[in-house]
């Protein structure tokens, strides 16, 4: 590589702000100069000599050796996102549960227990619950905004706990601080998954926990492209814990993939406050609208946690939310929902999140279908609930094919 090619920013210690670095961070530049970041399609990587390969492959020289362990493209979505979220380092996976995976085979053994929200992702809780209990990893799911529940449910054992702040669909938020604390206090670590507030509104190693899991799928893409994921945390989290996990498990993000996002970053912080803006003014129409009982999003004041949501959040309720449609029993409610859903010609109905393109999906018949009515209720999703993930179309078009549906009760 030539010396004299002008090379990004290095983003630790840099001074730079983070909308700069969000623009700035990547891997060097090869010797074209090249002002876009390069996107290297390869598996292997040639080797200059045997011993330096020997001294790479045993991990006591820099440099790439085979792509299921890494990749400079790949390197450079890291990178990026270390910076945004002001993490020491960062490891990429192939999708947001694939970090999930990475995490817990990293962390836990046979005998272990975690604590998690009962409001996490649903594949989330199929994950830990579920898959992991076969291998001897326990597990137990608390009221997410309740402290005490969080308290009384920890054991000796207790070595992680997971909270996702604001959750799907009724944006429950909790206290990254005070879990964070939780934690240390008991010996075990926090991560919070960031997928909905992103670093663009909230950074919770500042607030004390330990590591960062992102569904780059979702607004670190941005448009809908690809699937990735990623954790955030120290250099001994990421290099003694998780990256072993990566070779051996080898759900490793494509570069293709990783380009993608890494481009969806430089737009992340507009996208965040253009998308937040509209969901906020869409939220407030929402709850005076005469069709809808209930309106579930962290920037208005009648959020259970919106004070807690603001100091959190940078100030933003995020671009999620989610209403109640106006019926007489559950049955009607669901009938309604539906034809809200049906009745709309330009929003999409989709169960997919952190589009451009605004999307529209009913939890209680798609991502918590699968659950009983009993477990259900108790999530809060309701037969009348409808979501929304707010895009960038113009917020009048947005609200005019909403009412198409609300109006006709
Ligand atoms: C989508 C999502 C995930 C899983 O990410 P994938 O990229 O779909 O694997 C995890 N957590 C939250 C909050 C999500 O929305």
Known sequence: MSTDTPQPPAAPGSGLHRDTLAVRTASERSQYGEHSEALYLTSGYVQPSAAAAARRFAGDEEGFTYGRYGNPTVASFER?????EGAPACISTASGMSAIL???????????????????????IKLIGTDLAKFGVESSFVPQSDLRAWQAALR????????????????????????????????????????????????????????VMHSGTKYLDGQGRVMAGALCASEELVHKSFLPILKSGGMTLAPFNAWVVLKGLETLEIRMQAQSARALVLAQWLASHPCVTQVFYPGLPSHPQHALAMLQQSGCGGAVLSFEVKAANAEQARTRAFQVLDAMQLLSLCTNLGDTKT????????????????QRSAAGVSQGLIRVAVGLEHLGDIQLDLDRGLSSF
């Open 102 to 124: 990475m995490l817990c085979l990293g962390l836990l053994k046979s005998g272990d227990h975690v604590l998690c929200s009962q409001s996490m992702f649903g594949s989330t």
């Open 156 to 211: 000796p054992q207790t070595q992680l706990l997971f909270a996702e702040t604001p959750t799907n669909p009724l944006t429950e938020v909790c206290d990254i601080r005070a879990l964070a604390d939780l934690a240390h206090n008991a010996g075990a670590l926090l991560c919070v998954d960031n997928c909905f507030a992103t670093p663009a509104l909230q950074r919770p190693l500042a607030l004390g926990a330990d590591i």
């Open 359 to 374: 999307l529209v999906a009913h939890p209680a018949s798609t991502s918590h279908g699968r659950l009983t009515e009993a």
């Open 80 to 84: 990026r996102l270390a910076a945004l």
